[in-house]
């Protein structure tokens, strides 16, 4: 094996190894919502599980995708920005749904209160639980809450450990994703900052983007069909 080959072997085993280790420290529960780290655009998807406001279990598997899905992941009902960022999200849903979008939000919040918390509990969005944090941590978004912030915002009436029924106090970096039909993230966007919210226009800008790509495949697709099958008749 020559020195090249050697060196270029090296660089790929370590690669490899740098992958594996950002791969588990990605789903990692992070000390704070400015250290996680969020799956990018390219990657594919990871399957998960998770419970439905009815506490049934609802999967998801990129590989059985048969359309593209709007992924966003909030805090809970009991937070303002997310009431405000639900609803301000309501200007992108009937355009969205129109290119063929799933729409799915996921939560911290027991089934039982992924809209009873709501300010509007008939906003009519596919809300799901993750209170076990499977889908939190597989997206790379799961962080510790500190036990300052816990007695906090226990005076201010907000209880995690009865919002989600559980004891890990551990909140997901708001974050919305675009999950293309073959499994592959074509958009991300997270803020470890609560208050800074995806606007729905640029939601919708990447989403027609993805769309405009997809539409535009089909019909080269299309049209290299149709010659074929002209050339094969002629």
Not at 9 to 26: D, E, K, P
Not at 32 to 46: E, I, R, S, W
Not at 75 to 83: D, E, F, S, T, V
Request: with cysteine; proline share 6%.
């Amino acid at each position: 094996m020559t020195r090249l080959h050697k060196a270029l072997s090296t660089l790929f085993c370590l690669a490899l190894t740098i992958n594996a280790q950002a791969a588990g420290q990605r789903t990692d529960i992070h000390p704070d919502a400015n250290d996680v780290q969020p799956l990018l655009p390219g990657m594919k998807a990871p399957a998960f599980n998770v419970l439905s406001a009815e506490g049934k279990p609802v999967s998801f598997d990129p590989e059985k995708m048969t359309k593209p899905l709007v992924l966003s992941f909030f805090r809970g009902g009991w937070c303002p920005y997310c009431n405000l960022h639900l609803a301000e999200l309501r200007k992108a849903e009937s355009e969205l749904e129109a290119m063929g979008f799933d729409i799915w939000f996921i939560s911290i919040d027991r089934p039982e209160q992924l809209y009873a918390s709501l300010d509007q509990p008939d906003i009519g969005y596919e809300i799901l639980s993750d209170s076990k944090l499977e889908a939190t941590r597989a997206f790379g978004l799961a962080f510790k809450v500190t036990d300052e912030t816990v007695e906090k915002y226990l005076q201010w009436d907000i209880d995690l450990e009865a919002a989600s029924g559980e004891t890990h106090h551990v909140l997901p970096a708001p974050s919305t994703f675009i999950i293309a039909a073959d499994g592959v993230i074509r958009f991300q966007y997270t803020n470890p900052d609560y208050a800074v919210r995806l606007p729905p226009e640029v939601l919708l800008a990447a989403a027609r983007a993805y769309d405009k790509e997809t539409n535009d495949r089909l019909r080269r697709q299309y049209k290299k069909s149709k010659e074929a099958k002209e050339s094969a008749g002629g």
